[in-house]
């Protein structure tokens, strides 16, 4: 007391002693209290009007008509790219997870050994991650797109645009995905390799171990919580897939290429211009989040125990 | 002492806090009517007094849009602030500002969402000063007719964006067509365009058009159909006519273009940022473009209406119409900048000046239009275009996941689909 405090006067810190419980109690939430209003201001009131939206008659441009429950989750589970969308976003969710998860893992242990080359290609690998999103996909639009492209004389000759036909489409931005993002989950396969003590890999060296059986048996079972948080992390990144979809293929060719979110963003704002729909979807998006991240924690979790 | 004072500054700054965020919901939920002066009460030419005033536009009017705001602040006391946004981010932005009240003095609008906007009370009632107008009767049918509910006008022409037919005369000498002579139907369009695709000149092609892009092919394809007297949709705006006879020839011409390789690879994917880009730098050699362009067109193109199938000419009388956002507190003062922006100081020595088609029909022969003959031209046939009234007209046609791109793309890239389904998507989606 007297060294976390030596200038306190007797009488307050008899005060003190008197209610320490609910003074602290009280210091407490006053140190909260900034990140509670945020907490309160920035995420739990927006998601409220969201559930309210989600069960009102709400036209973007004429706001909120009253209570129609449950219109709107009918109309967004009707909606013609529906079922389309979800599907998208699954098959580009697995296809983005497996390459950035295994091709960051690689980069990592490339990159791990210590070597001549290690900084530069560290910092190689890490420079897309500087690049923001929307920025990464305006420079591949120009780069697949087959008019001003430096490479347009290449699929003029053979007769391909990166961004025509939907696989095309879809591979073309997938790579865009792992091209930004391979850097960033390298650094924290990294991380995660580089808490796994030395003397595990001696010891696993001592009994004769291959190189492959060690990365099976020793690496990869004390990875579990780093690939817990990049599957997570990844997986929660690809649902909710906009910006990069937004700005190289709108959704085309022939709506091949529309995801959840872009659906909740042209059902809001490019047409239906219907807010209550769109709040719909994103409450349907939100719930089936939820459970994906709780059932993939519990999978990493129940096999750690 | 201190612990009291220290827990009474919590409470204060608790107390802070709370009243902090009480005024923000407060200012949120504040519901302010238009106070000041209205436009009506303020006569003809509305209140020059210096105020500033807000206006909104999309980003492909921007250079008629300048040139407007820059001459009516270098001639006025009052000062219209101007904003440009990106075309598809417009009505996002639009329609957050409308649900918070907080929509500029001023806005622009795609003609083809106007119907939509005024039924839903974005623009103020301008029917008195608008009926005042001497010249009422010689402003563009089509724009004041799209902007009028209830027969009151709500909305006055900004710009108007004619699309015609646009070529290169240089490429049409060098394939030897004649430059000066503009094809006379569908077919011969099509016949230039193979013509100089049989140049095999690098990067260039015969014609472009944005195939991925919905407005881009309402606004070049409709006049097609509308030249040959055919029709796109019912009067009302509830039924497509898409699957008729000669719309049916516009789409069976494309498609030929297209599998014949005239037409400019990247149209296929092509979403509307760069459709006319190609023609712009000289590689296209005829397309159906925007007039607007004509004034940033660097070399000797020649214009003339759209033909159809048959002949013909017709245009699409697109572009922007502004009014008096209901948010504004300013309607004197912004009728003020809408009374000179119809004037012929504006229309003339602005617009006409820049070579913009005029929005007032008894202006159309001014000093300028005597030096371009293809003014001429795109005026005349600014008269015989025509601009489609629906109310679902963005969700049926200008959407990137429109049906209308889906009949189009069906039709001429990936050769058939149900046509009469497709329509029946387009009905279904204007019934709405």
């Keep these: 007391m007297t060294v976390t405090a030596p200038s306190r006067p007797p009488s307050a810190a008899k005060r003190g002693r008197a209610r320490p419980r609910g003074r602290q109690a009280l210091l407490g939430w006053l140190y909260a209290t900034p990140t509670a209003v945020f907490v309160v201001a920035l995420f739990a009131i927006p998601l409220l009007l969201v559930v309210k939206m989600s069960v009102s008659k709400w036209p973007l441009l004429t706001g909120d008509q009253g209570l129609n429950a449950p219109d709107n989750f009918v109309k967004a589970v009707n909606h013609r790219f529906f079922t389309d969308s979800v599907v998208f976003t699954i098959k580009y969710t697995v296809l983005a997870t497996v390459l950035l998860l295994a091709l960051g893992l690689g980069l990592a242990l490339l990159v791990q050994e210590s070597s001549r080359w290690n900084n530069l290609l560290r910092a190689s690998f890490l420079i897309p991650s500087a690049l923001g999103l929307a920025s990464a996909s305006l420079l591949f639009y120009v780069l697949y797109s087959p008019y001003a492209s430096p490479l347009a004389p290449v699929m003029d000759s053979l007769g391909f645009t990166f961004l025509g036909s939907p696989n095309a489409a879809l591979f073309s931005t997938t790579f865009l995905i792992v091209w930004r993002y391979a850097g960033f989950y390298m650094v924290l396969m990294l991380v995660g390799l580089q808490g796994i003590p030395a003397d595990v890999y001696e010891a696993a060296r001592s009994d004769g171990a291959s190189r492959w059986q060690t990365f099976r048996k020793v690496t990869l079972p004390l990875l579990r919580p780093t690939l817990a948080l990049t599957t997570v992390l990844c997986v929660t990144g690809s649902l909710l897939a906009f910006e990069q979809f937004y700005i190289l293929t709108k959704g085309g060719p022939d709506n091949s290429t529309i995801t959840v979110v872009q659906l909740i963003y042209m059902v809001a704002f490019q047409g239906q211009n219907d807010l209550g729909v769109a709040a719909a979807i994103s409450v349907i998006v939100l719930a089936a989040l939820v459970l994906i991240n709780a059932l993939q924690l519990r999978a990493f979790r129940s096999e750690e125990s | ?432």
């Design chain 2, 1 to 432: 002492m201190r612990t009291t004072l220290g827990r009474r500054t919590a409470l204060r700054s608790l107390a802070g806090v709370m009243v902090a965020a009480l005024t923000l919901s407060g200012a949120a939920c504040g519901n302010d009517e238009p106070s000041g002066t209205s436009a009506a009460e303020a006569g003809p030419n509305g209140i020059d007094d210096g105020s500033e005033l807000t206006l909104w536009t999309r980003a492909p009017l921007e250079k008629q849009a300048k040139l407007l705001v820059d001459a009516y602040n270098a001639s006025h006391q009052n000062t219209v602030k101007l904003t440009v946004v990106p075309n598809d981010d417009y009505v996002a932005k639009v329609g957050a500002a409308a649900g918070s009240n907080g929509l500029p003095d001023l806005f622009a609008a795609d003609i083809v969402y106007v119907p939509n906007w005024v039924s839903q009370g974005l623009f103020q009632d301008l029917s008195t000063n608008i009926n005042g107008l001497s010249f009422k009767d010689s402003i563009n049918k089509g724009h004041l007719s799209a902007g009028t509910v209830d027969s009151k006008p709500h909305v006055l022409p900004f710009v108007l964006d004619l699309s015609m037919l646009f070529w290169n005369k240089e490429l049409f000498r060098e394939a030897g067509l004649d430059p000066e002579k503009a094809p006379a139907n569908l077919e011969e369009y099509a016949a230039a365009a193979k013509a100089v695709q049989g140049l095999k000149k690098d990067g260039v092609y015969g014609t472009a058009a944005g195939l991925n892009c919905g407005g881009c092919l309402v606004f070049t394809w409709f006049p097609s159909i509308w030249a040959s007297g055919g029709q796109v949709m019912s009067p009302d705006g509830t039924e497509s006519k898409l699957a008729d006879e000669t719309a049916q020839k516009v789409y069976s011409t494309w498609a030929d273009l297209w599998k014949s390789g005239a037409v400019l690879p990247s149209s296929a994917g092509e979403t509307g940022p760069t459709w006319t880009a190609a023609f712009t730098e000289g590689k296209v050699g005829l397309m159906f473009y925007p007039a607007t362009l004509l004034s940033s067109t660097p070399f000797d193109a020649g214009v003339a209406g759209i033909p159809g199938p048959s002949g013909g000419a017709s245009t699409f009388v697109g572009g922007d119409g502004i009014g008096v956002s209901k948010d504004s507190k300013k309607a004197a003062q912004a009728w003020n900048f809408l009374s000179w922006m119809m004037s012929e100081e504006a229309q003339v020595e602005v617009l006409a000046k820049n070579k913009d088609v005029v929005s007032r029909s008894d202006l159309a022969n001014n000093k300028y239009a005597a030096e371009d003959p293809r003014l001429v031209t795109i005026n005349e046939v600014a008269g015989k275009g025509d601009t489609p009234v629906a109310l679902n007209f963005q969700q049926a046609f200008n959407a990137p996941n429109s049906p209308w791109l889906t009949l189009i793309r069906n039709q001429v890239l990936n050769g058939g689909g149900d046509l009469q389904k497709d329509n029946g998507e387009i009905t279904a989606v204007l019934k709405q």
